[in-house]
């Protein structure tokens, strides 16, 4: 469909084999990931928004504020918490990287530029029979994951927005 449509608009004379160039993995994976987070995100974010006092909108109304003025200063601050939680929890995912989608697009083609720590871990551990490297590999990916969620727990601490 993307090929049809870069076609028809004259980008290119004729279809890419996406996921047959290696250079082209980590850009697909992004969109990939972008996408499959738009939908939980949107619900997270609606909950959020859906929990704001409608009173508040009322008074700024009242005071006449523009529909902007009510997101800049109703809106957007009355989410910080749920942003930064959110952001919390992506930073402990930071390392394994989205390994699910990495281990199923990544081939023989790409393998280059698929292979991330999770993965040199399940292969060097079960395929390679070295168990112990690949558990000392996921121990210290979850060592650096924790210090990450630490780390970005003490930056909100100073704005009065941690998780704990």
């Not at 047959?20 to 987070?37: E, P, Q, R, S, Y």
């Not at 390679?128 to 979850?142: L, M, P, R, Y």
Request: charged share 15%.
């Amino acid at each position: 469909m993307v090929n049809q449509l870069m076609i028809k608009l004259g980008w290119i004379n004729e279809g890419i084999f996406f996921f047959g160039k290696a250079k082209w993995f980590w850009v697909l994976h992004t969109i990939i990931m972008t996408w499959k987070g738009f939908g939980w995100g949107a619900i997270i974010y609606l909950a959020s928004i859906s929990g704001i006092d409608p009173g508040l909108y009322d008074a700024a109304q009242v005071d006449g504020a523009s529909r902007w003025q009510r997101v800049k200063y109703i809106v957007i601050p009355s989410i910080v918490p749920t942003l930064v939680l959110l952001t919390i929890l992506d930073i402990g995912y930071l390392m394994t990287g989205g390994f699910e989608s990495q281990f199923l697009l990544g081939n023989v083609i790409n393998a280059e530029y698929s292979e991330v720590i999770s993965i040199l871990a399940l292969r060097i551990g079960l395929n390679e029979g070295d168990f112990s490297f690949g558990t000392a590999v996921g121990i210290f990916n979850s060592v650096v994951s924790l210090t990450l969620v630490l780390i970005v727990n003490a930056v909100a601490r100073r704005y009065k927005s941690n998780l704990f």
